[in-house]
């Protein structure tokens, strides 16, 4: 599954890998995948969630619910 700009997502619980950037609040809510700042990986997509902005691996996330 891939995401495009503008798309809303929400962690998966099954695949979800925590860091230290969930301190901030990565992960939490729903967020919307942005532009990046530089070219990423065909399997990464950068999220502006709630809390802050970060880099996030596409098996990780799921389409939010509408």
Do not use: K, W, Y
């Given at each position: 599954m891939g995401f495009r700009?503008?798309?809303?997502?929400v962690r998966n619980p099954a695949t979800w890998q925590p860091n230290e950037f969930d301190s901030w609040g990565r992960g939490r809510g729903?967020?919307?995948v942005v532009e990046p700042p530089f070219?990423?990986?065909?399997?990464?997509v950068d999220v502006r969630w709630p809390g802050g902005r970060c880099f996030e691996y596409v098996e990780q996330l799921l389409p939010a619910p509408t």
């Open positions: 700009f503008c798309d809303r997502v729903v967020g919307v070219a990423l990986g065909p399997d990464e």
